[in-house]
Nanobody, 123 residues
Framework: QVQLVESGGGLVQAGGSLRLSCAASGRTFSSYYMGWFRQAPGKEREFVAAISASGSFTYYADSAKGRFTVSRDNAKNTVYLQMNSLKPEDTAVYYC????????????????WGQGTQVTVSS
């Protein structure tokens, strides 16, 4: 089993940056595909980015391309989401998730979830 803890959220002005971290417990972190999702009030949880187990492959939602970067440090059991040029519409609770099988854009495919971290972007 994997436990995930996100951190790094906060309040930032439009155009600013934040770096989210997701620390994972367990020895097998390097075998998990990792994803970032977000959920704004009244909206469904949506895919943001994902990264393969080795870190060689990354995937982004169209809304994140060119602004967000997902990375991982398997030695530290941590996955990151660097968010630049933030917009008010990026305001949401951001979740990291772990998938044992493959990388996916579907929240239902993921096996483990963190508790989320709030990101608020003011205009």
């Amino acid at each position: 089993q994997v436990q995930l803890v996100e951190s790094g959220g906060g309040l930032v002005q439009a155009g600013g940056s934040l770096r989210l971290s997701c620390a994972a417990s367990g020895r097998t972190f390097s075998s998990y595909y990792m994803g970032w999702f977000r959920q704004a009030p009244g909206k469904e949880r949506e895919f943001v980015a994902a990264i393969s187990a080795s870190g060689s492959f990354t995937y982004y939602a169209d809304s994140a391309k060119g602004r967000f970067t997902v990375s991982r440090d398997n030695a530290k059991n941590t996955v990151y989401l660097q968010m630049n040029s933030l917009k008010p519409e990026d305001t949401a609770v951001y979740y990291c998730a772990a998938d044992r099988s493959s990388v996916s854009r579907r929240a239902s495919e993921y096996d483990y979830w963190g508790q989320g971290t709030q990101v608020t972007v003011s205009s």
